[in-house]
């Protein structure tokens, strides 16, 4: 259940253990590419404001021979944020924006409305009060329109008051999309392309649009033990200013050298030193945009989108950065990423990581819900086979016997596809999209444990004899 590991985790660094990995890159990333089941990967490593080093290994989809290249393009997930964060802030510079001014001002469809409420810089900061399950909920995006999905919020009150609680939610950034549209007088996607991608020479990036592109990296999302490709679909423009900036490796790192340069250009230096540092005292973890890190003074965030994982971190003081894109989502406890994109970054910022460990504790639960549907259909077997004790069952106990099965699997289906979900901050559904697999077996053990439940009592009320003699008083 590693869905929300880019919502959650802070930079890299964050990771501190008793050892680093030891070598190359390129030497790690041949021994540990093999267990994450990613098709294919790129990177990029920035030292002291250059790029100094990039690679890529695999294809860029399975069954073919296309290669990753550091210039091939892949969806960066919330990294895209930060591109969402940095176009505000130019407005606000402009004078277009005023920070602590509630969206509602901005926005018509939320004027006078609680999701109109929370402040730009809350929303900017993920202190709005909308949480992680509200911001994984899709809304209008059947229209393929942000303006609709925004729209769709109006009768959506923030899960906590505004400036209260932080809480990572993408629901802030498709909000955030909407006023860059909504002040800018233009779409999102031509807005970063022309103040963001096209001034820092992102020259193989570009925001979804809507459109089938087929030069981006396919995503492959976890299949037992295994990886499966991904159909090629268009790019969502409802969820472009949450996640859907796609960029190469050697692209997003210029982008990384720009926000730690210190200069004027795309943004004030100041303002970019303010996207990096803590946005408030809700917010101790995270600035405008970026996860940070004040104990090592590193800043970056992870990124996924179905069937791809991404990580981007910075060191501005030391102008050092590192960008890892890995077209393979992560499964539980098997084929997971994280230890591969950890290890290259660790290895690129001399950070100490000693690794996931064995995972087994994942591995266990992943397991244990593929065989639980095998022993639901192996108990119907047995509760046929002896069908004629089951029949027999009567009085209080025979009756509790019958029909407490039947709460208890009703209970754990309930928590299995609705508590374990929004616990996860996510509904089964985005389960589905993220790890099917894991969608999969969860489905199958709560729908299986009611059916044996229920197949018990029909095997117990179908068969038995109507007689009323001493042998059926008896029974039981």
Do not use: C
């Not at 890529?56 to 021979?65: E, K, N």
Request: no cysteine; aromatic share 8%.
């Amino acid at each position: 259940m590693r869905l929300l590991l880019s919502v959650v985790v802070l930079a890299v660094s964050t990771a501190v253990a008793t050892a680093a990995p030891r070598g190359s890159i390129d030497e790690f990333i041949d021994a540990e590419m093999p267990a994450s089941g990613a098709p294919g990967m790129a990177y990029a490593v920035v030292t002291d404001g250059e790029l100094t080093e990039s690679g890529a290994r695999g294809v860029m989809r399975a069954g073919t021979d296309e290669t990753v290249t550091p210039d091939s393009p892949f969806g960066i997930g919330s990294i895209s944020k930060s591109f969402t964060a940095l176009a505000v802030m130019q407005l606000a510079e402009a004078g277009d924006v005023e920070l602590d001014a509630g969206v509602g001002s901005y926005l018509d469809a939320l004027a006078e409305t609680p999701a109109g409420e929370p402040t730009v810089r809350e929303l900017l900061s993920h202190t709005s009060g909308f949480s992680t399950l509200q911001g994984n909920t899709s809304r209008g995006a059947s229209t393929g329109s942000l303006e609709a999905a925004v729209a769709a919020l109006v009768d959506v009150e923030p899960a906590y008051a505004p400036g209260t609680v932080w809480e990572y939610s993408n629901t802030n950034y498709q909000v955030l999309g909407s006023l860059i549209e909504e002040v800018s007088g233009s779409d999102y996607q031509s807005y970063v392309t022309e103040y963001i991608l096209e001034p820092v020479g992102m020259d193989h990036s570009f925001v979804a649009d809507g459109e089938v592109h087929e030069e981006m990296a396919t995503g492959h999302v976890p299949w037992f033990w295994t990886k499966g490709p991904l159909a090629e679909g268009p790019t969502d423009v409802v969820t472009a200013p949450q996640g859907g900036i796609v960029a190469s490796a050697s692209d997003v790192a210029a982008y990384l050298v720009v926000m730690m340069n210190g200069e004027d250009d795309v943004l004030s230096a100041e303002g970019k030193a303010e996207m990096l540092r803590p946005a408030s005292d809700v917010s101790p973890f995270y600035g405008l945009g970026w996860y940070v890190d004040t104990a090592d003074g590193t800043a970056g965030h992870t990124g996924a989108i179905p069937g791809v994982e991404t990580q981007a971190t910075m060191r501005p003081a030391g102008g050092d950065a590192v960008v890892v894109l890995v077209n393979g989502g992560s499964g539980v406890g098997f084929g997971e990423t994280v230890q591969l994109r950890y290890g290259i970054t660790a290895l690129a910022l001399g950070l100490d990581y000693a690794g996931e460990g064995s995972r087994w504790s994942q591995k266990a639960l992943f397991l244990g819900l593929a065989l639980l549907p095998v022993v639901y259909l192996l108990s119907m077997a047995w509760a046929w086979w002896h069908r004629a004790e089951i029949r027999a069952k009567a009085g209080v106990a025979g009756l509790f016997s019958l029909w407490f099965p039947l709460l208890t699997t009703a209970v754990a289906a309930w928590v299995l596809l609705f508590l374990v979900p929004g616990w996860m901050g996510a509904p089964l559904s985005t389960v589905w999209v993220f790890q099917p697999d894991m969608a999969l077996v969860m489905t199958a053990s709560a729908v299986g444990g009611v059916a044996w439940a229920v197949f018990r009592l029909v095997v117990a009320y179908t068969g038995r004899s109507t007689s009323r003699g001493p042998s059926t008083v008896a029974a039981g």
